[in-house]
């Protein structure tokens, strides 16, 4: 294995297959996974930018005046669920570097909407501030700058994490945790640690078919998206020379201005690499948020990259894995705030006249964090392994009065939206003597 892949290996979500046995098909309980559809009306479509037509990923969608709101996946495809008191109300559509949009959604149909954003670009000669002599000395600038930029001291993190797996486009697999992650400076050499809190699970096995499909790294995986702490799983000294950059026209994030710098593989580069956008600060050098995807052409390499295991005469390959991950500004100090990953594998059994298709998507949401005492060793069976599974893990419906009284994961509904339904929960669990 090359250098560039051993780096590679270190950010990627691992899927594990296995057979799913007579047994455990016939007797898995099916948990209900959304809410009742004579409650709620379903809006579904794409977000799309106008001057390209291509899709935008993770463009975030929100009923104006609500906690709801959902995000498009890969190919830009977007699912909506609102009570039906509410479909008639503002649809606020957004993405980085775009103009917020907003829609009634009582033009919307059932199906087949598209929405269209606008570039909110800049100049670059209105900017005012120096602009770098190229795109990859101001990415050599972030990573350099990236300790002076951040959180100085370590600090204890709450997060929600949620995981999802769809088969085609019906769920199979739901997982959610809040966990804490004892976070340390950019440039300590000390890894984050990640300890649960509380967490749940729903499987649906009918929908899974005789393919068990399972996610490998749990809430490490977005949390290794935190390039400014990890900026070698992706812009090592070895493998910054295997990309090109180049700029973008600068945007407004949060009133700030900001560089766009795009970014792909070399030609030349046999290893899949990554192709996509970084968001700089303008001032102080900061990645704002990176949106990028895994080169995803060489079917045999990524396969190997992603598959931890599977099933004998299985062929998997995957069509897209996109990334995203978001910073948050704090006294002037920017932090870990948002990453989310999105996978589509494809599963080939032989003697199958079909094959199946699954989604799988991974996010974490930072809700509030503090110092803590760097002195104070978290114990190893506290920890999270990096190689944890959480569908393993996770306690199934337990603990009903932490979740509150709809016990029901609502996959469709953003992660932002849950962490507000638990956050009373979470400060009760703080002052509780």
Avoid: C
Wanted: hydrophobic share 35%; no cysteine; proline share 5%.
């Amino acid at each position: 294995m090359t250098t560039l892949s051993i780096h590679l290996r270190s950010l990627l979500l691992f899927v594990v297959m296995t057979a799913l046995s007579v047994q455990s098909h016939a007797m898995a309980a099916d948990i209900p996974m959304v809410q009742d559809s004579t409650l709620v009306k379903e809006f579904k479509g794409k977000v799309l930018g106008e001057t390209t037509g291509e899709p935008l990923v993770f463009a975030t969608l929100t009923v104006k005046g609500s906690n709801i709101s959902t995000i498009t996946n890969a190919e830009g495809d977007f699912s909506l669920k609102v009570p039906l008191e509410m479909a008639e109300s503002d649809l606020v559509v957004s993405f980085l570097g775009y103009k917020p949009k907003t829609v009634n959604l009582s033009r919307f149909t059932r199906n087949g909407n598209t929405i269209y954003l606008t570039p909110a670009t800049i100049a670059l000669e209105e900017v005012s501030v120096s602009t770098p002599k190229s795109a990859l000395e101001l990415v050599k600038t972030m990573i350099r700058k990236r300790g002076d930029v951040a959180i100085k001291d370590p600090v204890k993190m709450t997060a929600f994490y949620r995981e999802t797996i769809k088969k085609r486009r019906r769920d199979a697999s739901l997982s959610e945790a809040v966990v804490n992650i004892y976070k340390q400076p950019n440039l300590n050499s000390r890894n984050d640690i990640i300890t649960l809190y509380k967490s749940r699970k729903s499987t649906n096995y009918n929908r899974l078919d005789t393919v068990s499909v399972k996610l490998q790294g749990g809430p490490y995986t977005p949390l290794n998206l935190d390039i400014m702490k990890y900026p070698e799983n992706i812009f090592t000294d070895d493998m910054i020379g295997g990309y090109r950059f180049s700029f973008d026209n600068p945007t407004e994030i949060n009133n700030r201005l900001v560089y766009v710098v795009n970014f792909e593989q070399s030609p030349n580069v046999i290893d899949p690499l990554y192709y996509g956008k970084l968001y700089i600060d303008m001032n102080s050098y900061a990645l704002v948020s990176a949106v990028f995807n895994l080169n995803v052409e060489n079917r045999d390499l990524v396969s190997a990259l992603l598959v931890k295991k599977r099933p004998a005469r299985t062929e998997v390959y995957f069509t897209n894995a996109s990334y995203r991950v978001d910073y948050r500004i704090k006294d002037g100090l920017w932090y870990y705030g948002y990453s989310n990953v999105q996978l589509a594998v494809v599963v080939n059994k032989k003697g199958k006249l079909f094959n199946s298709k699954y989604y799988l998507n991974s996010e974490m949401a930072v809700t509030d964090w503090e110092a803590y005492d760097d002195d104070k060793r978290i114990r190893n069976r506290e920890r999270l392994r990096p190689t944890v599974i959480l569908s393993d893990e996770a306690s199934g419906f337990s603990d009903p009065d932490f979740w509150g009284p709809y016990n029901v994961i609502e996959p469709e509904k953003s992660i932002e939206s849950a962490i507000k339904k638990i956050q009373r929960q979470l400060e009760k669990g703080d002052s509780a003597p």
